[in-house]
């Protein structure tokens, strides 16, 4: 009886170790990017610790769906990364250069580009020019309740949700806030880096 709880006990640990073993990649990826901070390196988009912003049923209208189809939230692209902007159907100059600058941060992920969708939350009714729909073949265009992205995505002083750009992993976190205006390059350098260490999406 005794030989065959420790025959129990080793066959135990032997499986502890082939799911620690099969686990690592991932864990090792997560910790690498969000835990371990090695001297020299930085970010440029601003981590965020995603428990202070779950995502939110957010029952989105996807543009140029029939008006009877069902209402999407984002959980639906579960999977992928997630670019994500928010503006006004009108999309000034400032929503269109972010619209071309993450549609040419995807094109540059290479052979990685199929990992990441883009996606633009719109927050009212007006009408979207069908030029930019053509430019964008592709995106992810969702009419949203404004007040629910209001409290669900955080900004940083004097901006308001439509002056950045967020990115959420495929377990549905939102993970990292890009600064107003900001720089196509150095967004392309974190999401490269992120991209290469990840073992999901």
């Known amino acids: ?47 965020l610790d995603p428990r202070n912003y779950p995502m939110p049923k957010l029952a989105g209208h996807l543009l140029g769906a029939a008006a009877s189809d069902a209402a999407i939230g984002l959980e639906t692209y579960q999977g992928k990364w997630l670019m994500l902007q928010v503006d006004s159907g009108a999309c000034a100059e400032a929503c269109q250069k972010r619209m071309y600058d993450i549609r040419q941060l995807r094109t540059a992920q290479g052979k990685e580009m199929d990992r990441i969708e883009r996606v633009w939350l719109i927050t009212d009714d007006a009408p979207i020019d069908t030029m930019l729909i053509r430019q964008h073949d592709g995106a992810r265009m969702l009419k949203v309740d404004a007040a629910a992205l209001k409290a669900w995505l955080p900004t940083e002083s004097d901006t308001q949700i439509s002056d950045h750009i967020y990115l959420i992993d495929p377990r549905g976190n939102l993970m990292m806030r890009y600064p107003k205006n900001a720089d196509a390059n150095k967004i392309k350098k974190d999401l490269s880096k992120l991209l290469r260490a990840s073992a999901i999406g």
């Not at 420790?6 to 864990?27: D, E, N, T, Y």
Request: net charge positive; aromatic share 12%.
């Open 1 to 47: 009886m005794e030989k065959t709880e420790k025959q129990v006990s080793h066959g135990r640990w032997k499986l502890i170790l082939v799911l620690a073993v099969c686990a690592a990649p991932m864990i090792f990826s997560y910790l690498t990017y969000y835990v371990i901070k090695p001297e020299g390196r930085t970010n440029y988009g601003a981590i």
